[in-house]
Protein backbone atom coordinates (compact mmCIF):
# COMPACT_ATOMS: atom_id res chain seq x y z
CA UNK A 1 0.00 0.00 0.00
CA UNK A 2 1.31 3.60 -0.46
CA UNK A 3 -0.47 4.75 2.69
CA UNK A 4 -0.29 3.92 6.06
CA UNK A 5 -3.76 1.75 6.77
CA UNK A 6 -5.15 2.93 9.98
CA UNK A 7 -8.59 2.94 11.37
CA UNK A 8 -9.56 6.24 10.95
CA UNK A 9 -8.96 5.56 6.99
CA UNK A 10 -11.35 2.30 7.07
CA UNK A 11 -14.22 3.98 9.01
CA UNK A 12 -13.91 6.86 5.86
CA UNK A 13 -14.24 3.96 3.60
CA UNK A 14 -16.90 2.21 5.56
CA UNK A 15 -19.13 5.51 5.98
CA UNK A 16 -18.40 5.88 1.89
CA UNK A 17 -19.64 2.59 1.18
CA UNK A 18 -22.58 2.64 3.50
CA UNK A 19 -23.54 6.00 1.78
CA UNK A 20 -22.70 4.28 -1.83
CA UNK A 21 -25.32 0.94 -1.38
CA UNK A 22 -28.18 3.20 -0.15
CA UNK A 23 -27.49 5.83 -3.09
CA UNK A 24 -29.47 6.00 -6.53
CA UNK A 25 -26.27 8.34 -7.69
CA UNK A 26 -23.72 7.74 -9.85
CA UNK A 27 -21.12 6.31 -7.63
CA UNK A 28 -18.21 8.77 -8.91
CA UNK A 29 -20.58 11.20 -7.78
CA UNK A 30 -20.92 10.32 -4.24
CA UNK A 31 -17.78 9.69 -4.03
CA UNK A 32 -16.30 13.45 -5.68
CA UNK A 33 -18.99 14.97 -3.02
CA UNK A 34 -17.90 12.41 -0.16
CA UNK A 35 -14.21 13.95 -0.70
CA UNK A 36 -15.23 17.73 -1.06
CA UNK A 37 -16.63 16.57 2.69
CA UNK A 38 -13.84 15.34 4.24
CA UNK A 39 -10.82 17.70 2.80
CA UNK A 40 -8.19 16.26 5.32
CA UNK A 41 -8.15 13.25 3.12
CA UNK A 42 -4.90 13.76 1.39
CA UNK A 43 -4.02 12.00 -1.90
CA UNK A 44 -3.02 9.10 -1.10
CA UNK A 45 -5.96 8.68 1.20
CA UNK A 46 -8.84 9.16 -1.15
CA UNK A 47 -6.96 6.54 -3.70
CA UNK A 48 -7.19 4.26 -1.38
CA UNK A 49 -10.56 4.41 -0.32
CA UNK A 50 -12.05 5.17 -3.78
CA UNK A 51 -9.87 1.65 -5.04
CA UNK A 52 -11.54 -0.18 -1.96
CA UNK A 53 -15.25 1.29 -2.70
CA UNK A 54 -15.15 0.46 -6.18
CA UNK A 55 -13.33 -3.23 -5.14
CA UNK A 56 -16.82 -4.13 -3.61
CA UNK A 57 -19.58 -1.85 -6.07
CA UNK A 58 -17.50 -4.47 -8.98
CA UNK A 59 -17.24 -7.52 -7.22
CA UNK A 60 -20.28 -7.61 -4.44
CA UNK A 61 -22.13 -10.65 -5.76
CA UNK A 62 -18.76 -12.67 -5.27
CA UNK A 63 -17.80 -10.75 -2.21
CA UNK A 64 -21.15 -11.53 -0.52
CA UNK A 65 -20.96 -15.31 -1.23
CA UNK A 66 -17.61 -14.70 1.37
CA UNK A 67 -20.19 -13.17 4.20
CA UNK A 68 -21.44 -15.99 5.84
CA UNK A 69 -24.72 -14.59 5.75
CA UNK A 70 -23.95 -11.31 7.41
CA UNK A 71 -24.15 -8.93 4.40
CA UNK A 72 -23.14 -5.59 5.81
CA UNK A 73 -20.73 -2.95 4.61
CA UNK A 74 -18.29 -3.89 7.13
CA UNK A 75 -18.33 -7.24 6.08
CA UNK A 76 -18.22 -6.21 2.16
CA UNK A 77 -15.31 -3.91 2.82
CA UNK A 78 -13.14 -6.37 5.05
CA UNK A 79 -13.68 -9.39 1.95
CA UNK A 80 -12.77 -6.73 -0.50
CA UNK A 81 -9.31 -5.80 1.38
CA UNK A 82 -8.47 -9.29 2.48
CA UNK A 83 -9.32 -11.41 -0.26
CA UNK A 84 -8.67 -8.72 -3.31
CA UNK A 85 -6.39 -6.68 -2.28
CA UNK A 86 -4.27 -8.74 -0.76
CA UNK A 87 -3.83 -7.60 2.59
CA UNK A 88 -2.89 -9.43 5.63
CA UNK A 89 -4.19 -10.13 8.60
CA UNK A 90 -1.62 -7.98 10.17
CA UNK A 91 -2.35 -5.23 8.40
CA UNK A 92 -5.87 -5.63 9.24
CA UNK A 93 -5.67 -6.29 12.74
CA UNK A 94 -6.34 -2.80 14.48
CA UNK A 95 -9.81 -2.61 13.23
CA UNK A 96 -10.92 -6.56 13.60
CA UNK A 97 -12.36 -8.35 16.44
CA UNK A 98 -12.28 -11.69 17.59
CA UNK A 99 -14.93 -12.97 15.70
CA UNK A 100 -14.63 -11.09 12.17
CA UNK A 101 -10.48 -13.11 12.76
CA UNK A 102 -12.40 -16.09 12.60
CA UNK A 103 -14.86 -15.20 9.90
CA UNK A 104 -12.15 -14.06 7.82
CA UNK A 105 -10.19 -17.11 7.60
CA UNK A 106 -12.99 -19.13 6.57
CA UNK A 107 -13.81 -15.76 3.98
CA UNK A 108 -10.19 -16.11 2.49
CA UNK A 109 -10.69 -19.84 2.03
CA UNK A 110 -14.08 -20.06 -0.14
CA UNK A 111 -13.13 -21.35 -3.64
CA UNK A 112 -14.57 -18.96 -6.05
CA UNK A 113 -14.43 -21.14 -8.91
CA UNK A 114 -17.13 -23.24 -7.39
CA UNK A 115 -19.61 -20.80 -7.12
CA UNK A 116 -22.66 -21.02 -9.66
CA UNK A 117 -22.27 -18.66 -12.96
CA UNK A 118 -23.85 -15.60 -12.29
CA UNK A 119 -22.16 -15.44 -8.72
CA UNK A 120 -18.50 -16.10 -9.77
CA UNK A 121 -18.84 -13.55 -12.40
CA UNK A 122 -20.45 -10.67 -10.16
CA UNK A 123 -23.89 -10.22 -12.05
CA UNK A 124 -27.30 -10.69 -10.76
CA UNK A 125 -29.29 -13.60 -12.15
CA UNK A 126 -31.83 -11.82 -14.38
CA UNK A 127 -28.53 -9.80 -16.12
CA UNK A 128 -26.30 -12.91 -16.58
CA UNK A 129 -29.43 -15.41 -18.16
CA UNK A 130 -29.69 -12.18 -20.80
CA UNK A 131 -26.41 -12.02 -21.58
CA UNK A 132 -26.02 -16.14 -21.53
CA UNK A 133 -28.69 -16.21 -24.38
CA UNK A 134 -25.94 -13.84 -26.63
CA UNK A 135 -22.65 -14.66 -25.47
CA UNK A 136 -21.05 -18.47 -25.39
CA UNK A 137 -19.42 -19.09 -21.56
CA UNK A 138 -15.79 -18.50 -22.16
CA UNK A 139 -16.57 -15.35 -23.89
CA UNK A 140 -19.52 -14.23 -21.15
CA UNK A 141 -16.63 -14.66 -18.76
CA UNK A 142 -14.59 -12.44 -20.61
CA UNK A 143 -16.82 -9.58 -21.22
CA UNK A 144 -17.75 -9.96 -17.53
CA UNK A 145 -13.73 -9.34 -16.39
CA UNK A 146 -13.48 -6.66 -18.82
CA UNK A 147 -16.43 -4.88 -16.88
CA UNK A 148 -15.23 -5.30 -13.49
CA UNK A 149 -11.71 -3.33 -14.47
CA UNK A 150 -11.48 0.41 -14.05
CA UNK A 151 -12.01 2.55 -17.72
CA UNK A 152 -8.67 4.43 -19.11
CA UNK A 153 -9.10 7.66 -19.67
CA UNK A 154 -9.76 8.84 -22.98
CA UNK A 155 -9.30 12.01 -24.23
CA UNK A 156 -10.77 13.70 -27.99
CA UNK A 157 -8.44 16.06 -29.32
CA UNK A 158 -10.59 19.15 -30.63
CA UNK A 159 -9.31 20.37 -34.22
CA UNK A 160 -10.80 23.56 -34.40
CA UNK A 161 -7.94 24.81 -31.61
CA UNK A 162 -5.22 21.57 -31.83
CA UNK A 163 -2.81 21.05 -34.84
CA UNK A 164 -2.97 17.83 -34.43
CA UNK A 165 -2.99 14.31 -32.62
CA UNK A 166 0.88 13.66 -33.16
CA UNK A 167 1.04 17.03 -31.80
CA UNK A 168 -1.18 16.70 -28.88
CA UNK A 169 0.12 13.54 -28.20
CA UNK A 170 3.88 14.99 -28.33
CA UNK A 171 3.26 17.66 -26.07
CA UNK A 172 1.59 15.10 -23.42
CA UNK A 173 4.22 13.25 -23.69
CA UNK A 174 6.51 16.21 -22.85
CA UNK A 175 4.22 16.96 -19.33
CA UNK A 176 5.23 13.55 -18.56
CA UNK A 177 2.24 11.84 -19.49
CA UNK A 178 2.25 8.13 -20.70
CA UNK A 179 -0.15 8.85 -23.76
CA UNK A 180 -0.54 7.12 -27.00
CA UNK A 181 -3.40 7.28 -29.90
CA UNK A 182 -6.54 5.30 -29.91
CA UNK A 183 -7.29 2.09 -32.09
CA UNK A 184 -10.22 3.90 -33.70
CA UNK A 185 -11.09 7.30 -33.29
CA UNK A 186 -9.13 9.27 -35.52
CA UNK A 187 -9.05 12.27 -32.32
CA UNK A 188 -8.78 9.70 -29.74
CA UNK A 189 -5.84 9.73 -27.09
CA UNK A 190 -5.77 7.14 -24.21
CA UNK A 191 -3.63 7.84 -21.27
CA UNK A 192 -1.54 5.45 -19.45
CA UNK A 193 -2.72 6.49 -15.85
CA UNK A 194 -5.64 8.40 -14.74
CA UNK A 195 -4.98 11.93 -14.33
CA UNK A 196 -6.56 15.40 -13.33
CA UNK A 197 -6.43 17.51 -16.82
CA UNK A 198 -8.22 20.38 -15.05
CA UNK A 199 -5.42 22.93 -15.32
CA UNK A 200 -3.66 21.52 -18.09
CA UNK A 201 -3.27 23.97 -20.67
CA UNK A 202 -4.24 21.77 -23.63
CA UNK A 203 -7.67 21.29 -21.46
CA UNK A 204 -8.02 25.15 -20.20
CA UNK A 205 -7.70 26.26 -23.59
CA UNK A 206 -10.04 23.51 -25.61
CA UNK A 207 -7.83 21.84 -27.32
CA UNK A 208 -8.73 18.39 -25.73
CA UNK A 209 -11.99 17.07 -23.86
CA UNK A 210 -12.82 14.14 -22.11
CA UNK A 211 -14.64 11.35 -23.87
CA UNK A 212 -14.58 7.74 -24.31
CA UNK A 213 -13.24 5.92 -27.33
CA UNK A 214 -16.69 4.98 -28.13
CA UNK A 215 -18.58 7.45 -27.55
CA UNK A 216 -16.22 9.33 -30.14
CA UNK A 217 -16.99 6.76 -32.74
CA UNK A 218 -20.97 7.34 -32.38
CA UNK A 219 -20.12 11.16 -33.67
CA UNK A 220 -18.43 9.67 -36.94
CA UNK A 221 -21.16 7.32 -37.96
CA UNK A 222 -23.26 10.00 -37.74
CA UNK A 223 -20.76 12.14 -39.97
CA UNK A 224 -21.92 15.26 -40.27
CA UNK A 225 -20.46 17.94 -42.82
CA UNK A 226 -20.05 21.84 -42.62
CA UNK A 227 -23.22 23.83 -43.59
CA UNK A 228 -25.88 21.36 -42.55
CA UNK A 229 -28.69 21.24 -40.15
CA UNK A 230 -27.82 18.64 -37.34
CA UNK A 231 -29.36 17.72 -33.79
CA UNK A 232 -28.07 15.67 -30.92
CA UNK A 233 -31.40 14.68 -29.52
CA UNK A 234 -30.46 13.74 -26.06
CA UNK A 235 -26.92 16.03 -25.57
CA UNK A 236 -26.63 15.73 -22.10
CA UNK A 237 -23.79 17.47 -20.54
CA UNK A 238 -22.68 17.74 -24.22
CA UNK A 239 -19.38 15.33 -24.97
CA UNK A 240 -21.00 14.44 -28.52
CA UNK A 241 -22.34 17.57 -29.22
CA UNK A 242 -19.11 18.82 -29.22
CA UNK A 243 -17.63 16.37 -31.39
CA UNK A 244 -20.09 16.57 -34.06
CA UNK A 245 -19.51 20.99 -33.60
CA UNK A 246 -15.91 20.23 -34.59
CA UNK A 247 -16.54 17.57 -37.65
CA UNK A 248 -18.96 20.42 -38.99
CA UNK A 249 -16.10 22.59 -38.83
CA UNK A 250 -18.24 24.86 -36.62
CA UNK A 251 -20.45 25.39 -40.02
CA UNK A 252 -24.04 25.36 -39.96
CA UNK A 253 -26.13 24.90 -37.37
CA UNK A 254 -26.34 22.11 -34.17
CA UNK A 255 -29.35 22.17 -31.67
CA UNK A 256 -28.50 19.99 -28.60
CA UNK A 257 -32.10 19.03 -27.32
CA UNK A 258 -32.04 17.38 -23.59
CA UNK A 259 -34.90 17.66 -21.28
CA UNK A 260 -32.76 18.72 -17.97
CA UNK A 261 -31.76 22.50 -17.52
CA UNK A 262 -28.57 21.39 -15.30
CA UNK A 263 -27.50 19.05 -17.64
CA UNK A 264 -27.17 21.85 -20.39
CA UNK A 265 -26.03 23.60 -18.10
CA UNK A 266 -22.76 21.47 -17.55
CA UNK A 267 -22.32 22.28 -21.56
CA UNK A 268 -21.69 26.04 -21.41
CA UNK A 269 -18.29 26.26 -19.97
CA UNK A 270 -17.34 23.69 -22.26
CA UNK A 271 -18.79 25.36 -25.36
CA UNK A 272 -17.20 28.11 -24.24
CA UNK A 273 -13.47 26.49 -24.42
CA UNK A 274 -14.02 24.98 -27.84
CA UNK A 275 -14.30 27.56 -29.90
CA UNK A 276 -17.91 26.24 -31.58
CA UNK A 277 -20.04 29.13 -32.50
CA UNK A 278 -22.72 26.72 -34.78
CA UNK A 279 -23.91 24.97 -31.19
CA UNK A 280 -27.50 26.18 -30.33
CA UNK A 281 -28.52 24.58 -26.75
CA UNK A 282 -32.49 24.21 -25.77
CA UNK A 283 -34.39 22.20 -23.28
CA UNK A 284 -37.17 20.65 -24.31
CA UNK A 285 -40.00 19.40 -22.01
CA UNK A 286 -40.34 16.31 -23.72
CA UNK A 287 -40.01 14.05 -27.29
CA UNK A 288 -43.18 15.99 -27.79
CA UNK A 289 -41.99 19.25 -27.17
CA UNK A 290 -43.21 21.77 -29.78
CA UNK A 291 -39.93 22.85 -30.41
CA UNK A 292 -39.16 19.74 -32.07
CA UNK A 293 -42.35 19.86 -34.25
CA UNK A 294 -41.26 22.85 -35.88
CA UNK A 295 -37.68 21.07 -37.20
CA UNK A 296 -40.45 18.24 -38.70
CA UNK A 297 -38.62 17.05 -42.07
CA UNK A 298 -36.31 19.56 -41.94
CA UNK A 299 -32.85 18.30 -40.77
CA UNK A 300 -30.14 16.62 -41.99
CA UNK A 301 -28.47 14.70 -39.48
CA UNK A 302 -30.14 13.34 -35.96
CA UNK A 303 -28.45 11.73 -33.11
CA UNK A 304 -30.25 10.17 -30.20
CA UNK A 305 -27.68 8.75 -28.29
CA UNK A 306 -30.71 7.24 -25.53
CA UNK A 307 -31.20 7.36 -22.25
CA UNK A 308 -30.59 3.76 -21.55
CA UNK A 309 -29.91 1.04 -18.62
CA UNK A 310 -26.33 2.17 -18.92
CA UNK A 311 -25.02 -1.69 -18.43
CA UNK A 312 -22.28 -0.82 -20.99
CA UNK A 313 -20.36 1.74 -18.60
CA UNK A 314 -19.94 -1.24 -16.06
CA UNK A 315 -16.36 0.08 -15.39
CA UNK A 316 -17.30 3.32 -14.68
CA UNK A 317 -20.08 2.91 -12.99
CA UNK A 318 -20.83 -0.45 -11.21
CA UNK A 319 -23.29 0.05 -8.98
CA UNK A 320 -25.52 0.18 -12.14
CA UNK A 321 -26.10 -3.48 -12.34
CA UNK A 322 -27.21 -3.97 -8.72
CA UNK A 323 -29.69 -1.62 -9.44
CA UNK A 324 -31.33 -2.06 -12.62
CA UNK A 325 -33.88 -4.66 -13.06
CA UNK A 326 -36.08 -6.36 -16.05
CA UNK A 327 -39.40 -4.25 -14.87
CA UNK A 328 -37.12 -1.37 -15.72
CA UNK A 329 -35.64 -2.21 -18.87
CA UNK A 330 -39.09 -2.94 -20.04
CA UNK A 331 -40.15 0.57 -18.94
CA UNK A 332 -36.78 2.04 -20.43
CA UNK A 333 -37.86 0.43 -23.76
CA UNK A 334 -40.86 1.87 -24.34
CA UNK A 335 -39.08 5.20 -23.45
CA UNK A 336 -36.51 4.97 -26.10
CA UNK A 337 -38.81 3.77 -29.14
CA UNK A 338 -41.35 7.31 -28.31
CA UNK A 339 -37.86 9.14 -28.15
CA UNK A 340 -36.42 6.94 -31.58
CA UNK A 341 -39.86 7.85 -33.40
CA UNK A 342 -39.87 11.92 -32.60
CA UNK A 343 -36.08 12.00 -33.47
CA UNK A 344 -37.20 10.73 -36.93
CA UNK A 345 -39.85 12.94 -37.58
CA UNK A 346 -37.47 15.87 -37.84
CA UNK A 347 -35.47 14.11 -40.65
CA UNK A 348 -35.72 15.13 -44.25
CA UNK A 349 -35.44 12.63 -47.47
CA UNK A 350 -32.17 11.57 -47.85
CA UNK A 351 -31.25 12.38 -44.09
CA UNK A 352 -29.47 10.45 -41.69
CA UNK A 353 -30.83 8.91 -38.44
CA UNK A 354 -28.67 7.32 -35.74
CA UNK A 355 -29.89 5.60 -32.58
CA UNK A 356 -27.54 4.51 -30.04
CA UNK A 357 -27.35 2.93 -26.62
CA UNK A 358 -24.46 2.48 -23.73
CA UNK A 359 -26.38 -0.74 -22.97
CA UNK A 360 -25.56 -4.32 -23.75
CA UNK A 361 -29.21 -5.68 -24.23
CA UNK A 362 -30.94 -6.56 -27.13
CA UNK A 363 -34.51 -5.33 -25.32
CA UNK A 364 -33.07 -1.49 -25.61
CA UNK A 365 -30.88 -2.22 -28.68
CA UNK A 366 -31.88 -4.30 -31.78
CA UNK A 367 -35.47 -4.56 -29.90
CA UNK A 368 -36.17 -0.99 -30.13
CA UNK A 369 -34.39 -0.67 -33.86
CA UNK A 370 -36.38 -3.58 -35.39
CA UNK A 371 -39.88 -2.21 -33.87
CA UNK A 372 -39.18 1.14 -35.61
CA UNK A 373 -37.92 -0.01 -38.85
CA UNK A 374 -41.83 -1.98 -38.90
CA UNK A 375 -43.98 1.28 -38.17
CA UNK A 376 -41.15 3.50 -40.27
CA UNK A 377 -40.88 1.40 -44.05
CA UNK A 378 -39.29 5.24 -45.17
CA UNK A 379 -36.34 4.19 -43.02
CA UNK A 380 -33.72 1.87 -44.05
CA UNK A 381 -30.12 0.88 -42.46
CA UNK A 382 -26.91 2.03 -43.36
CA UNK A 383 -24.15 -0.42 -42.80
CA UNK A 384 -21.80 0.87 -40.15
CA UNK A 385 -18.96 -0.93 -41.85
CA UNK A 386 -18.99 1.35 -45.17
CA UNK A 387 -19.70 4.69 -43.04
CA UNK A 388 -16.48 4.38 -40.87
CA UNK A 389 -14.54 2.48 -44.04
CA UNK A 390 -15.05 5.50 -45.65
CA UNK A 391 -13.40 7.48 -43.07
CA UNK A 392 -10.90 5.15 -42.81
CA UNK A 393 -11.85 3.93 -39.42
CA UNK A 394 -10.84 0.01 -39.38
CA UNK A 395 -13.20 -1.31 -37.65
CA UNK A 396 -14.73 -4.87 -38.03
CA UNK A 397 -18.78 -4.23 -37.19
CA UNK A 398 -21.32 -5.11 -39.84
CA UNK A 399 -24.62 -3.51 -40.61
CA UNK A 400 -24.41 -2.58 -36.97
CA UNK A 401 -21.83 -1.07 -34.42
CA UNK A 402 -21.64 -3.12 -31.08
CA UNK A 403 -18.66 -1.93 -29.26
CA UNK A 404 -17.71 -4.39 -26.17
CA UNK A 405 -14.68 -3.71 -23.30
CA UNK A 406 -13.26 -7.33 -24.16
CA UNK A 407 -13.10 -6.97 -27.77
CA UNK A 408 -12.66 -3.26 -28.57
CA UNK A 409 -11.41 -1.56 -25.45
CA UNK A 410 -13.69 0.56 -24.71
CA UNK A 411 -17.25 0.81 -23.02
CA UNK A 412 -19.84 -1.02 -24.29
CA UNK A 413 -22.01 0.56 -27.27
CA UNK A 414 -24.70 -0.44 -29.64
CA UNK A 415 -25.69 1.91 -32.84
CA UNK A 416 -27.04 1.81 -36.02
CA UNK A 417 -27.34 4.26 -38.47
CA UNK A 418 -30.67 4.51 -40.70
CA UNK A 419 -31.50 6.97 -43.83
CA UNK A 420 -34.73 8.36 -44.80
CA UNK A 421 -35.49 7.19 -47.87
Request: charged residues 25%; proline residues 4%.
Amino acid sequence: MSVRFTPALFQHAQTLLSGLLRSDSPADRVVADYFREHRELGHGDRGFVAEAVFTVLRHKRSLAARCAGELTSRRLLLAALACLQGMNRRQLDAVLSEAERHWLAHAKAVQVNELPAAVRLDLPDWLYESLQARFADDELAQLATALKQPAPLDLRINPLKAAGRQEVLARLQADGLAAEACRYSPLGIRLARKTALGNHPLFTDGGIEVQDEGSQLLGFLLQPRRGEMVVDFCAGAGGKTLLLGALMRSQGRLYAFDVAERRLARLKPRLARSGLSNVHPVRIESERDIKIRRLAGKVDRVLVDAPCSGLGTLRRNPALKWRQTPAGIADMSVRQGAILAAAASLIKKGGRLVYATCSLLDAENEAVVDAFLAQHPQFVVCPAQEILDRQDIAIDCGDHLRLLPHRHATDAFYAVAMERK
